[in-house]
């Protein structure tokens, strides 16, 4: 059973980095998934955030420009977030989440944690 | 950016009704590219749809879904109290990128 599990301070303030890290088990992060991060601001939508596979392709959502950079660390099975600049409009629960190749869709999502941008 | 609207922002109906939710795209998407989640308060979305007809895993046969250019629609049949929840669907385009519907209400 493959699972996601992120985890990261759940204050950051405005102006400041907000960095995230989702630990996966039950899959390889080498294995032919790309790998997500998707945000839901409070009472809000869903927003993808961007995705990566393990060769270390990216893509972002460009309304996010260059305040965001996913990584891999395949010693650690693990993917991280940086947020930097961030603002109160940054304030979400972030989701890391699974894409399997050919798929165009999350199959599998973390539980999801809490992030507020407050001074 | 492909702009995807939901409606009815919110869907009253009574256990055993069909439900029918409509995704319609700012311009032509794949169908290879829209699917469809579920979400509960307090919980992550669950994959329902993708390739907008395609039943994710463990996803009954009362959710169906259909569709193709600009208009998609997620039909519930024989509604039942657990599919009350709030429905996104989702598009991919190239390059790279993912939108969400604003989500549909669907509420006994």
């Known amino acids: 059973q493959v699972q996601l599990q992120e985890s990261g301070p759940g204050l950051v303030k405005p102006s400041g980095t907000l960095s995230l890290t989702c630990a996966v088990s039950?899959?390889?992060?080498?294995?032919?998934?790309?790998w997500t991060w998707v945000r839901q601001p409070p009472g809000k939508g869903l927003e993808w955030i961007g995705e990566i596979f393990h060769s270390g392709s990216t893509n972002y959502n460009p309304f996010l420009g260059s305040r965001v950079t996913i990584s891999v660390d395949k010693s650690k099975n693990q993917l991280s977030v940086t947020l930097n600049s961030v603002t109160a409009a940054d304030t979400a629960v972030y989701y890391c989440a699974r894409i399997p190749f050919f798929y165009y869709a999350i199959d599998v999502w973390g539980q999801g944690t809490t992030v507020t941008v407050s001074s | 950016e492909v702009v995807l609207t939901q409606s009815p922002g919110t869907l009253s109906l009574s256990p055993g009704d069909t439900a029918t939710l409509s995704c319609r795209a700012g311009?032509?998407?794949?169908?290879?590219?829209l699917a469809w989640y579920q979400q509960k308060p307090g919980q992550a979305p669950r994959l329902v749809i993708y390739g907008a007809s395609t039943r994710a895993a463990g996803i009954p046969d009362r959710f169906s879904g259909s569709g193709s250019g600009t208009d998609f629609t997620l039909t519930i049949s024989r509604l039942e109290p657990e599919d009350y929840a709030v429905y996104y669907c989702?598009?991919?385009?190239?390059?790279?990128?993912?939108?969400f519907g604003q989500g549909t209400r669907l509420e006994i």
């Open positions: 039950g899959d390889s992060i080498t294995s032919s998934n790309w």
């Open positions: 311009q032509s998407v794949s169908s290879t590219y």
């Open positions: 989702q598009q991919y385009t190239t390059p790279a990128r993912y939108t």
